[in-house]
């Protein structure tokens, strides 16, 4: 069974990148999308987007141009990066498979990112 | 304006049955994209229960059932359990946003 395990800092100042990596375990990156989700403290989910594992990418239009995601088949890894933080960027990033018919079937346990100075 | 829409909490005693509502729209549900439902337990990562719309993953008791008309999704529990105490939240694709969308999610409380 695929297991994902996020990692990367767990604070970042305002106005900074956020950056943080799926490394994927008990199966391969390909061929399959991945995606980051995240979850604010006492809130709902929200999609951030995804990415093929050729590297063909797709965005939150809300987060456009904040984003960018990246893949590194070889480590069976793949990374999302946000610049321009704010305190509303706190949450919980998940990553997470997305299954055939675009249902997110495997996702990491999930890892704090605060925002603050 | 969230674009799918839950009520934000149900309740119901144990054994009885609950359904949670998920209102869409004609670019996301009504447009006949599959949708998804999770539960997510307290501290924990969303599991997927309802894949498809209706159909039930390996290991998740037919408790669990879901259905769609139109631009509306729903969840029923029926047997409720102490156990199924979580936020429940639908998911569909938005050809408007050309992205995956989640509802604003849903507490079950087991009374």
């Given amino acids: 069974q695929v297991q994902l395990q996020e990692s990367g800092p767990g604070l970042v100042k305002p106005s900074e990148t956020l950056s943080l990596t799926c490394t994927v375990s008990g199966g391969s990156i390909s061929p399959y999308y991945w995606s980051w989700i995240r979850q604010p403290p006492g809130g709902g989910l929200q999609y951030i987007g995804d990415i093929y594992y050729s590297g063909n990418t ?23 990066k946000l610049n321009s933080v704010t305190a ?10 997305v299954g055939s018919g675009g249902l997110f079937d495997s996702w990491g346990q999930g890892t704090l990112v605060t925002v603050s100075s | ?24 729209r004609s670019s996301n549900i009504g447009a006949g994209y599959d949708v998804n439902w999770y539960q997510q337990l307290p501290g924990t990562a969303p599991k997927l229960i309802i894949s498809g719309t209706s159909n039930r993953p390996s290991g998740v008791p037919d408790r669990f059932s879901g259905s769609k008309s139109g631009t509306s999704a729903s969840l029923a529990i029926t047997g409720l359990q102490a156990e199924d105490e979580a936020d429940y939240y639908c998911q569909s694709y938005d050809s408007s946003l050309s992205g995956y969308v989640f509802g604003t999610g849903t507490k079950v409380t087991v009374l």
Avoid: E, H, W
């Fill in chain 1, 58 to 80: 797709n965005y939150n239009p809300s987060l456009k141009s904040r984003v960018s995601m990246s893949v590194d088949t070889s480590k069976n890894q793949f990374s999302l």
């Fill in chain 1, 88 to 97: 509303a960027d706190t949450a919980v990033y998940y990553c997470v498979r």
């Fill in chain 2, 1 to 24: 304006q969230p674009v799918l829409t839950q009520p934000p909490s149900v309740s119901g005693a144990p054994g009885r049955r609950v359904t949670i509502s998920c209102t869409g």
